[in-house]
């Protein structure tokens, strides 16, 4: 079994060779645009033409029925599919583009694909995005990122250290019913929590995100805001959990330690099942765009 340092040489290699390690770049730039409060559609749109997939998922959610309702006239350039959808809205679309290039590798290992890990990542941001702006009324990108990040890990794991114990332990988490981080550390010595947060540290992420990334399933933290965030994505992956929304890394047992974040944020069981019901609504929808159809798969296991 390679080092700890060993595996992660190997994954910035890995992801310098496939030029991902520009994704950083544009997620600090969209960042930027939460902070600046004259931040508009003329600065998304410059964000998008660094991303191709950005821009052609913005201009296809513009001219869906579900954002275009009454309006006839087709869309064609950035800045008015952004104004047609509206600012908060189109940077979601942006973000989830630009993190998506994360979750690509196309195997199947039993419950585990990209595709199911991208829909939970999706769904946990969507929820996170959800309880800060309904009980903590803030609607900055951190949160939704925070979410979609939370298990990039597992990813990096699946496309740089397949062979390296990652196969072995997403297996061996199934078959024990066990927590994925515990067959990581025993089949690769690193966990994805681990690794997430050297390359989230790596890359320059905000210190509460890599917080998230590196502390999602034992709940500690570093910061009060980080704490909060740390506990509203367990408490969104207790939810995607229930909805049966993607790939979950943790057996049953494991649902009683997220539950306690939902006191930890002084929330309620009436409170999840509301967040619950809005947060189907809003996957519903994400559905009905293709979301979550782009990612083919192929069983191997």
Same mark, same amino acid.
């Given at each position: 079994?390679?080092?700890?340092?060993?595996?992660?040489?190997?994954? +910035?290699?890995?992801?310098?060779?496939?030029?991902?390690?520009?994704?950083?770049?544009?997620?600090?730039?969209? +960042?930027?645009?939460?902070?600046?409060?004259?931040?508009?559609?003329?600065?998304?749109?410059?964000? #998008?033409?660094?991303?191709?997939?950005?821009?052609?998922?913005?201009?296809?959610?513009?001219?869906?029925?579900?954002?275009?309702?009454?309006?006839?006239?087709?869309?064609?350039?950035?800045?008015?599919?952004?104004?047609?959808?509206?600012?908060?809205?189109?940077?979601?679309?942006?973000?989830?583009?630009?993190? #998506?290039?994360?979750?690509?590798?196309?195997?199947?290992?039993?419950?585990?694909?990209?595709?199911?890990?991208?829909?939970?990542?999706?769904?946990?941001?969507?929820?996170?995005?959800?309880?800060?702006?309904?009980?903590?009324?803030?609607?900055?990108?951190?949160?939704?990122?925070?979410?979609?990040?939370?298990?990039?890990?597992?990813?990096?794991?699946?496309?740089?250290?397949?062979?390296?114990?990652?196969?072995?332990?997403?297996?061996?988490?199934?078959?024990?019913?066990?927590?994925?981080?515990?067959?990581?550390?025993?089949?690769?010595?690193?966990?994805?929590?681990?690794?997430?947060?050297?390359?989230?540290?790596?890359?320059?992420?905000?210190?509460?995100?890599?917080?998230?990334?590196?502390?999602?399933?034992?709940?500690?933290?570093?910061?009060?805001?980080?704490? #909060?965030?740390?506990?509203?994505?367990?408490?969104?992956?207790?939810? #995607?959990?229930?909805?049966?929304?993607?790939?979950?890394?943790?057996?049953?047992?494991?649902?009683?330690?997220?539950?306690?974040?939902?006191?930890?944020?002084?929330?309620?069981?009436?409170?999840?099942?509301?967040?619950?019901?809005?947060?189907?609504?809003?996957?519903?929808?994400?559905?009905?765009?293709?979301?979550?159809?782009?990612?083919?798969?192929?069983?191997?296991?």
């Amino acid at each position: 079994m390679s080092s700890w340092h060993d595996k992660l040489v190997k994954v +910035m290699n890995g992801l310098e060779y496939q030029d991902l390690s520009t994704i950083p770049a544009i997620l600090g730039k969209i +960042m930027e645009t939460s902070r600046d409060p004259n931040a508009g559609a003329h600065d998304l749109a410059r964000i #998008c033409a660094m991303d191709k997939s950005s821009s052609a998922r913005i201009i296809r959610a513009a001219n869906s029925a579900f954002y275009s309702t009454r309006e006839t006239t087709k869309v064609s350039t950035i800045r008015d599919a952004i104004v047609r959808i509206g600012f908060d809205a189109s940077r979601e679309i942006v973000t989830s583009a630009v993190v #998506c290039g994360l979750f690509k590798s196309n195997k199947v290992l039993n419950d585990y694909s990209s595709a199911e890990l991208w829909k939970h990542s999706m769904a946990v941001g969507v929820a996170n995005r959800l309880i800060y702006s309904v009980y903590f009324k803030r609607t900055r990108i951190e949160p939704y990122l925070a979410g979609l990040l939370h298990d990039f890990g597992i990813s990096i794991e699946h496309q740089f250290l397949y062979h390296d114990g990652f196969e072995d332990s997403v297996l061996e988490r199934e078959r024990n019913a066990s927590l994925l981080v515990d067959e990581e550390r025993a089949h690769m010595g690193i966990t994805h929590e681990e690794l997430g947060k050297a390359v989230a540290s790596e890359w320059n992420f905000p210190d509460h995100i890599i917080e998230v990334i590196g502390h999602h399933h034992t709940g500690s933290a570093n910061t009060s805001e980080a704490e #909060c965030l740390v506990h509203a994505t367990r408490v969104a992956e207790l939810m #995607c959990h229930a909805l049966g929304y993607g790939y979950s890394d943790f057996p049953e047992s494991h649902l009683d330690q997220l539950y306690g974040s939902v006191t930890k944020l002084g929330l309620d069981d009436s409170a999840v099942v509301l967040l619950a019901e809005q947060l189907k609504k809003e996957i519903d929808s994400l559905t009905h765009l293709g979301w979550f159809s782009s990612l083919k798969v192929r069983r191997i296991a």
